[in-house]
């Protein structure tokens, strides 16, 4: 696995949802499929789909709140009625892989940044970014990372 520290802003056009931190990979996709609806006839639908996540503290039957959204250069002054806009920049940790393996690269991600001597923001949100290609979709994680480290 590739991995590296990148300093990175993501701004995004989406929707929130929430729900018990066990269901988010259901509940994900769902309001995903909602925004895509909603942003079809909007300069945004061209946008990269990303997923913005509270992470979890351990407890899979708490409820936390995600973002599914676009990435935009800009910052619309007006957006669509129910869509949100949000802004986040960090320092991260960075790598990529089949969506498939998503479990496997958080964990990989997580041992690589106690190996690199790094200290993990764990009250930070995690983004997540989704590529289509030709044999499926890649997803890059970013997790946040304390500056000192």
């Known amino acids: 696995m590739e991995a590296k520290v990148e300093n990175k802003t993501f ?4 929707l929130k949802g929430k729900s018990k931190f066990k269901n988010f990979s259901l509940e994900v996709p769902s309001l ?6 909603k942003i ?12 913005v996540f509270e992470p979890c503290a ?3 039957e708490a409820e936390g709140v995600f973002y599914v959204g676009v990435l935009t250069d800009e910052l619309p002054r007006e957006i669509p009625e129910e869509l949100t806009v949000i ?8 790598t990529e892989g089949n969506i498939n393996h998503i479990s496997e690269l958080h964990q990989k991600l997580n041992d690589w940044i106690r190996a690199e001597g790094h200290t993990r923001k764990e009250e930070d949100f995690i983004v997540e970014t989704y590529h289509p290609q030709p044999e499926g979709e890649n997803v890059k994680v970013y997790l946040p990372l304390k500056r000192n480290s």
């Open 32 to 37: 995903a499929s909602v925004l895509l609806r």
């Open 40 to 51: 079809d006839d909007t300069p945004y639908h061209k946008g990269t789909e990303a997923g």
């Open 87 to 94: 802004k986040i920049s960090e320092k991260y940790a960075v």
């Open 11 to 14: 701004k995004l056009i989406g």
């Open 58 to 60: 351990g407890d899979v």
